[in-house]
Nanobody
């Protein structure tokens, strides 16, 4: 049974930083491409970033390119999202996803973690 558990969300001022983590279990983690998605109130869930199983390639939404960095530690079955220069528009629930295909989500989701950026 695949389980994805996000952590690291919170309240931060504009310009600040947060690091999200996604701990995976029930999967051979290194064989899964992984991704982060987010959903703001009243909006559809959108792609943020993805990373290959080995960590060799990464892909970002234009809105976060240059500010966010996705990474993974396969020895710890954990994926990360380092978010810098945060903006109020980044406020959303952030979801971890497994079996992501570049920008398309796979079927496995975490429960989400709230990120709130105040102006």
């Amino acid at each position: 049974q695949v389980q994805l558990v996000e952590s690291g969300g919170g309240l931060v001022q504009a310009g600040g930083s947060l690091r999200l983590s996604c701990a995976a279990s029930g999967v051979t983690f290194s064989t899964y491409h992984m991704g982060w998605f987010r959903q703001a109130p009243g909006k559809e869930r959108e792609f943020v970033a993805s990373i290959s199983g080995s960590g060799t390639w990464t892909y970002y939404a234009d809105s976060v390119k240059g500010r966010f960095t996705i990474s993974r530690d396969n020895a710890k079955n954990t994926m990360y999202l380092q978010m810098n220069s945060l903006k109020p528009l980044d406020t959303a629930v952030y979801f971890c996803n497994a079996d992501t295909r570049v920008t398309r989500p796979g079927v496995y989701w975490g429960q989400g973690t709230q990120v709130t950026v105040s102006s």
